[in-house]
Every structure is written in structure tokens, then in C-alpha cells.
């Protein structure tokens, strides 16, 4: 098959893109490299059945493929604010192109939509059914409200167009690639204790997440893919932890002498977050496997081998 991955070059989609080659597909890899980078998918680029399409999606283009994982769009909040107007445009502008596509060559679309289309939740954990506790006007709206419109759009495509939609909706997740300036929980901490600088809890390390391994994360978005149900369906790993527990687990794997800061909490950080898996465990048969303590030692040398490395290269 032939397959587009918009985003490819970043985190997620550069695993998803590891494993489709893998499974022998052809690959096209369309990107602008705003949080995502060239070495992510280095190893693909002499292989004549991979290309990579420096392109940003929110200007339409014409591709032949049968599948398409849509998956363009910053995903840390300190990247999706930076240019917030344009966070939006991608969702929106950019959704809608990927859609058209889709709807002219007739390819399967799985939108890789959010846990934060529930916002900061007043109902524990999510299931799918809840509509969500969302700010319209707030610093995360870019986002929650892009992804939510997203949904709507790729729904409106499936009702009016007929076009072959999986909507999944991905929960915080978290592996090697992330990048040091991600700005994401796990990254932080990671490199901070690293560095040995102090890891900065937000607010009083109170709120939960629940954390996912990228490789669990990718075979949940090929089994939606590969069925027959259209979702929403959350791909999330239920484990719900602190933030203030993350840290400590983290400083105890790291480097126990590292200190750790408070800082003060952003506007409508969510309170709590575990997604209700019970659709991706009956209807696609997955769960995760990996857990938190496996995923963040793989994760963990990553960012050792990758901050040693540029070390190295100073001092040579
Ligand atoms: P990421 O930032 O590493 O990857 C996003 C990729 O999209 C990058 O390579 C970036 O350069 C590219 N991109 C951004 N805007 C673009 C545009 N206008 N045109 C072309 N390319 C563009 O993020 P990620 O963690 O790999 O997330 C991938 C997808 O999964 C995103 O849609 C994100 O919203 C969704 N998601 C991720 C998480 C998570 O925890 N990682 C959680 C929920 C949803
Ligand atoms: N589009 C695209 N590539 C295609 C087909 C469509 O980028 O192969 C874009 C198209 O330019 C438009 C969007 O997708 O901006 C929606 O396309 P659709 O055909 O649904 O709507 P229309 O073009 O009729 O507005
Ligand atoms: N967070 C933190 N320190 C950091 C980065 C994030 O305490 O250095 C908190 C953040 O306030 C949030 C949680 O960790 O409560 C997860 O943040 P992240 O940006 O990873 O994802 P999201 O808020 O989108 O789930």
C-alpha cells in the first residue's frame, strides 16, 4: 500500500513510519519540520520506497495514496502557543486539504485527534461519550478547539462524502525522539535530571496524567486503522499518575540528587486525565504493554546517549 504520514518527521509519526516500512508499505513523509527534524527518519531516506515531501499542510497538494495518517500539528503546549493562529490553521485549514484528498483518491483517513477535545474533565476517567469541559477563549483553544473542529470536519466528510474516516484520540504519550526543547512533562524532567538542573513541577504536582509508550501508541493507531470502526477511540495507557509521583519516579531513575522546583501553574491546565479504554479493548483488541518504569528507562537512554553525544561534539 502506499501511505501518507503528515507529520512524519516528528515524534509519533517518525515511529509509526519505522514500523510501516518495516511492514513493506511505501511511504510518503510530507512535514514542514516545525517541531519535527530531518534525523528522525534519516535512515529512510536512500530507501526507494520511502519520500519525504517538505510541505506545509495548510496549502492543498495533489498525492496519489490509499492510506492517509493525519498526524501534522505541534503537540506540546509550549510549541502549539507559540504561533497560535497558526496551530489553528493547521487543525482547520490543514485538516480540511488532508480531508479533500482523501475524498478525491478515495483513501482511508485517521485523524490523530486528542484527549484535550474533554479539556479540563469534570468526568473521571474519559470515555468517548463525554463531550468535554473546554475553554473556547483560553491559551490551549489553538489546540483543544483546533482538534475538536478536526473531528467535526473529518465526521462531515465521512456523512457528506462518504470519505473512509478513523477518529483516534491519542492521550498524553512519551518516548525517544521527543525533543529536548519539547517542552512536554517527561521530556523536562528527563533532561533536567540528566543535566542535573532542578525538574519544575507545575503548580503543586496535584493534577494527573496517564502516560502511554509511543510503541504501544503506534500499534493502537494501525489497529484503528486496519478495522472496521470509525471511533473516536481513546489510544491512551490508564496508569494515572501525579505529576509530583512522575518527578520523584524520575529523580529516583536518574539522578536522587536532583532538586525539584515549583512553578507556578498555567491557565487551564487540566486538572486530571485517564482515559476509559474499554472501545480500543473490545473493538480493536489492544491495550498498552508497556510500563511506566519499562518505557521511561528506554527513554531515559535515549536522551542520555543523544546529550552525551552533543558533549562529545563539543569538546572535539
Ligand atoms: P510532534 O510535534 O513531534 O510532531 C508533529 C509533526 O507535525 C512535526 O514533525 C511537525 O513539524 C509537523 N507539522 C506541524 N505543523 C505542520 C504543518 N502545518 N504542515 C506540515 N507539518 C506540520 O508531535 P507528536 O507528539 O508526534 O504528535 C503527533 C500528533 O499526535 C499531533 O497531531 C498531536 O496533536 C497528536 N497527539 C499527540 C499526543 C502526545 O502525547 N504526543 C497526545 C495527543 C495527540
Ligand atoms: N485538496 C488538496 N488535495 C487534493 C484535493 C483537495 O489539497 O488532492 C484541498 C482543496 O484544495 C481544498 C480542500 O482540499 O482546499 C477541500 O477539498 P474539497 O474537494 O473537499 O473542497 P473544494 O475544493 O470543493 O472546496
Ligand atoms: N508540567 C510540569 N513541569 C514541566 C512540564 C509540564 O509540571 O516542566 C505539567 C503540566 O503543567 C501538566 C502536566 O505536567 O499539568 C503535563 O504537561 P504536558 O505539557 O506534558 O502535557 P499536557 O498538559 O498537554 O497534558
Not at 20 to 40: A, I, P, S, W
Not at 70 to 84: E, F, G, I
Not at 91 to 118: C, D, H, P, Q
Not at 210 to 230: A, H, K, P, T
Request: glycine share 8%.
Amino acid at each position: 500500500m502506499r501511505i501518507l504520514v503528515t507529520g512524519g518527521a516528528g515524534f509519533i509519526g517518525s515511529h509509526l513510519i519505522d514500523r510501516l516500512m518495516v511492514q513493506g508499505h511505501e511511504v510518503v513523509c510530507l512535514d514542514n519540520f516545525y517541531t519535527g527534524h530531518k534525523r528522525n527518519i534519516l535512515k529512510w531516506l536512500d530507501n526507494p520506497y520511502f519520500e519525504l515531501i517538505r510541505h506545509d499542510i495548510t496549502e492543498p497538494i495533489r498525492l496519489e495514496v490509499d492510506q492517509i495518517y493525519h498526524l501534522a500539528c505541534p503537540a506540546s503546549p509550549v510549541h502549539y502557543q507559540y504561533n497560535p493562529v497558526k496551530t489553528i490553521k493547521t487543525n482547520v485549514m490543514g485538516t480540511l486539504n488532508m480531508l479533500g484528498l482523501a475524498k478525491r483518491v478515495k483513501a482511508r483517513f485517521l485523524l490523530a485527534s486528542t484527549s484535550e477535545v474533554y479539556g479540563d474533565p469534570d468526568v473521571h476517567p474519559q470515555p468517548e461519550e463525554y463531550r468535554g469541559n473546554v475553554n473556547c477563549i483560553g491559551i490551549r483553544s489553538c489546540y483543544d478547539e483546533g482538534k475538536r473542529v478536526a473531528e467535526t470536519l473529518a465526521f462531515d466528510y465521512y456523512r457528506q462524502n462518504n470519505v473512509d474516516i478513523r477518529v483516534a484520540r491519542i492521550f498524553n504519550t512519551y518516548g525517544p525522539r521527543m525533543l529536548e526543547n519539547d517542552g512536554r512533562v517527561v521530556s523536562n524532567f528527563v533532561v533536567q535530571a540528566l543535566r542535573g538542573i532542578p525538574l519544575t513541577i507545575y503548580g503543586d504536582g496535584s493534577q494527573t496524567r496517564s502516560f502511554c509508550y509511543v510503541s504501544d501508541l503506534v500499534e493502537g493507531l494501525m489497529r484503528l486503522m486496519n478495522n472496521e470502526y470509525i471511533g473516536p477511540v481513546n489510544i491512551g495507557n490508564p496508569g494515572e499518575y501525579t505529576i509530583l509521583e512522575l518527578a520523584k519516579t524520575i529523580q529516583t531513575m536518574v539522578n536522587p540528587d536532583a532538586e525539584l522546583v515549583y512553578k507556578p501553574l498555567p491557565q487551564d491546565d487540566p486538572k486530571q486525565r485517564q482515559p476509559d479504554i474499554t472501545r480500543a479493548k473490545t473493538w480493536l483488541g489492544w491495550e498498552p504493554t508497556i510500563p511506566l518504569q519499562e518505557g521511561l528507562k528506554l527513554t531515559i537512554e535515549d536522551f542520555r546517549d543523544r546529550i552525551e553525544s552533543k558533549e562529545v561534539q563539543k569538546l572535539s
